[in-house]
């Protein structure tokens, strides 16, 4: 067996967390080698909630580096809180709303949240739509305009001879 730098008492890397992520204790060798985590279903509803919460711009971004976690973590933890597959107590919901789900109209914490979220990008939307129809109108009268100057270039001037 061949041992590594990493293996040898004393070396390698130790990976503590918040306590959230759990890491398994083992012996051997190579008991100091890095260990998938395991997140408790609190810490990922936690995760999810905040994330879902932070609007400003970088802000997500550095939650996930801050938790060392990925994009895909977060998608795929919203899907179980969906479905109803993510609860506090680690037990799927039957029937009825689990707490922490996103309903329309719900009184939720990440409902409303979310409805922040789409009442803000709705009102830049709206913004924005505003400044597109300007556009429009100023370039139809551009338009108009040069339409007008055109056709009084083309009618013929009497000339005085």
Same mark, same amino acid.
């Given at each position: 067996?061949?041992?590594?730098?990493?293996? /040898?008492?004393?070396? $390698?890397?130790?990976?503590? #967390?918040?306590?959230?992520?759990?890491? *398994?204790?083992?012996? !051997?060798?190579?008991?100091?080698?890095?260990?998938r985590?395991?997140?408790?279903?609190?810490?990922?509803?936690?995760?999810?909630?905040?994330?879902?919460?932070?609007?400003?711009?970088?802000?997500?971004?550095?939650?996930?580096?801050?938790?060392?976690?990925?994009?895909?973590?977060?998608?795929?933890?919203?899907?179980?809180?969906?479905?109803?597959? /993510?609860t506090?107590? $680690?037990?799927?919901?039957? #029937?009825?709303?689990?707490?922490?789900? *996103?309903?329309?109209? !719900?009184?939720?914490?990440?409902?409303?949240?979310?409805?922040?979220r789409?009442?803000?990008?709705?009102?830049?939307?709206?913004?924005?739509?505003?400044?597109?129809?300007?556009?429009?109108?100023?370039?139809?009268?551009?338009?108009?305009?040069?339409?007008?100057?055109?056709?009084?270039?083309?009618?013929?001037?009497?000339?005085?001879?």
């Open positions: 067996m061949t041992l590594t730098h990493a293996d /040898l008492p004393g070396q $390698g890397s130790d990976a503590t #967390g918040d306590g959230d992520p759990q890491q *398994s204790t083992s012996s !051997g060798p190579r008991a100091a080698h890095a260990q985590r395991v997140f408790s279903n609190a810490y990922k509803l936690r995760i999810v909630t905040e994330y879902d919460g932070l609007c400003e711009h970088g802000a997500r971004g550095a939650l996930l580096r801050r938790e060392g976690l990925y994009q895909s973590h977060i998608e795929k933890w919203r899907k179980a809180r969906d479905a109803g597959r /993510l506090p107590s $680690g037990r799927p919901v039957v #029937g009825g709303s689990s707490s922490g789900r *996103s309903r329309v109209g !719900g009184d939720t914490k990440t409902g409303s949240s979310e409805n922040r789409l009442q803000q990008e709705n009102q830049r939307l709206a913004a924005e739509l505003a400044k597109t129809r300007a556009v429009a109108e100023i370039l139809g009268k551009a338009h108009a305009l040069l339409e007008m100057i055109s056709e009084g270039a083309e009618k013929p001037t009497s000339s005085i001879s």
